[in-house]
């Protein structure tokens, strides 16, 4: 599994980090292109993320084929779900990398707040699915599958950790 995020997480926050601030006479032409061209990269990277997360789930969840298009239905919908807080939480990161290094103490306050309602708009999408998810598989099968998005989720903040700088 580990081999499908390295480069995802990798190119979304090496993008986010690696921007140049923009001066001259164009900049907001130039800014709003640089927007434009993140928020391309962003919807790509997260479909290919959308992508791999879909296959490692087909590799390593075995469920009976008479409940496989049932549950492959609910698992696009919930993956468009996460997909819609992925594209927020970017944009969360491009604040944090805008703001780099210049935190006001208000600044600093509304980054972490923000993060941690990022983190419980996840928890309550899982809780949301996850009667949905119980009703098509198994106890057994439901844990399985979401041990596999803990461990997903977990690889993806490991390579964004490294690369995130911490704020100074």
Do not use: C
């Not at 594209?87 to 980054?111: C, N, P």
């Not at 923000?114 to 949905?132: A, C, G």
Request: no cysteine.
């Amino acid at each position: 599994m580990r081999t499908f995020f390295p480069a995802i997480a990798a190119a979304i926050v090496s993008l986010s980090f690696s921007m140049t601030a923009i001066a001259g006479g164009h900049a907001n032409n130039a800014a709003d292109q640089q927007k434009a061209e993140e928020a391309a990269m962003v919807q790509m990277q997260i479909s290919m993320t959308q992508a791999k997360r879909q296959a490692v789930i087909a590799e390593n969840l075995i469920i009976d084929p008479a409940k496989a298009e049932s549950f492959w239905a609910l698992y696009r919908e919930y993956s468009n779900e996460r997909a819609k807080l992925a594209e927020e939480e970017f944009k969360l990161l491009v604040r944090f990398r805008d703001q780099l290094g210049s935190f006001t103490e208000e600044q600093a306050k509304a980054i972490l707040d923000d993060h941690l309602r990022m983190e419980q708009k996840y928890t309550t999408l899982k809780k949301r699915y996850l009667s949905r998810f119980r009703r098509i598989l198994t106890q057994k099968e439901t844990l399985t599958y979401f041990q596999l998005e803990n461990k997903m989720d977990a690889i993806l903040d490991y390579e964004m950790a490294e690369v995130i700088p911490l704020a100074q």
